[in-house]
């Protein structure tokens, strides 16, 4: 997140989520380097957090914040947005950082594979965007506002097609880009003509039921009138 020459001191931070249902518990890993995939970085730390509210995966909102101050000192935080719980971890320079060589074997590496290194981003984007929007779609069904004007034979036409992809993830890893992108067509082909519907139910509910109110509120004021003649 933080790129190389970047001016310090600096802040930077981005949201992730969970990877399985009911995750009450995520690893952070701190790495140094300039590729694409974690394993083919220098690891810095690693830290919990704990107690995350049992939710699908998909849905809980984790904010990791890394903060480089003046000095070189990194600090990383992990913060669940709906408990506000936080975690963190302080990296030094003296601690496990990368000499000069050591980082020009790395960005050596990081140039020589660097196509590579960004077919494998976009796959992994690709990957979690799916994942996400699978996630949010199961999360709707069960939101306070929309669960009760899903009819039954549309939720469970949705829940199965989420455990159908989900599957399909699990099972084939090296998908492609446009893989992943037409499976998340074939979700938002069901989903959303129902959640239209869904939407469209509930403004005319509204509607429905303003109209009531105001004709109520008529009848009052033409009694009110009535009563003073």
Known sequence: LIKRNTTIPTKQTQ???????NQTSV???VFEGERSMSKDNHLLGTFHLENIPPMPRGVPQIEITYELDANGILTVSAVEKST??????TITNEKGRLSKNEIEKLL?????FKQEDEAIR????AKNGLEAYLGNVKHSLNEEKLKNKFREE????ILNKIEELQQWIDSNPAASVQHYESKQKELEGIYNPIIQRVYQAGENSYQNSSQQENSEHDRDQKSKVDEVD
Do not use: G, H, P
Request: avoid cysteine.
């Open 15 to 21: 949201t992730f989520t969970t990877y399985a249902d």
């Open 27 to 29: 690893l952070i890993q």
């Open 84 to 89: 506000q719980k936080i975690s963190k971890i």
């Open 108 to 112: 050596e590496e990081a140039e020589r």
């Open 122 to 125: 976009l796959k992994v984007e």
């Open 154 to 157: 549309d939720k469970k036409l």
